[in-house]
């Protein structure tokens, strides 16, 4: 069982940045996939990036790409979300997202194969 809590969330303004970071507990190593999502009121749960257990192979959506940076200690079971250039489409409440995975370098990136969900952290991008 892992357990997940996401915090960093606020409102800044266009062109700003913000770290959001997970903490786990429970089981949560190398051997756990994880993802950032975002939801926008009106919106499907969106797809914003995810790492490998072994921290070393990353994705990225277009709309993100060379914006945000995802990255994780294992040592101290965190997930970090890295988001500069924040821009007002980037609004919305952000979960982290865990899975059990066979091999320590599998990405997931849809939701549906996520177990593990945090409560979210909103993020308000407004001038």
């Known amino acids: 069982q892992v357990q997940l809590v996401e915090s960093g969330g606020g409102l800044v303004q266009p062109g700003d940045s913000l770290r959001l970071t997970c903490a786990a507990s429970g089981r949560n190593d190398s051997h756990y996939g994880m993802g950032w999502f975002r939801e926008a009121p009106g919106k499907e749960r969106e797809f914003v990036a995810a790492i490998t257990g072994s921290g070393d192979i990353t994705r990225y959506p277009d709309s993100v790409k060379g914006r945000f940076t995802i990255s994780r200690d294992n040592a101290k079971k965190t997930l970090s979300l890295q988001m500069d250039s924040l821009d007002v489409e980037d609004t919305g409440v952000y979960y982290c997202?865990?899975?059990?995975?066979?091999?320590?370098?599998?990405?997931?990136?849809?939701?549906?194969?996520?177990?593990?969900w945090g409560q979210g952290t909103q993020v308000t991008v407004s001038s």
């Open positions: 997202a865990a899975k059990f995975t066979s091999s320590t370098r599998v990405l997931v990136t849809e939701a549906s194969r996520y177990s593990y």
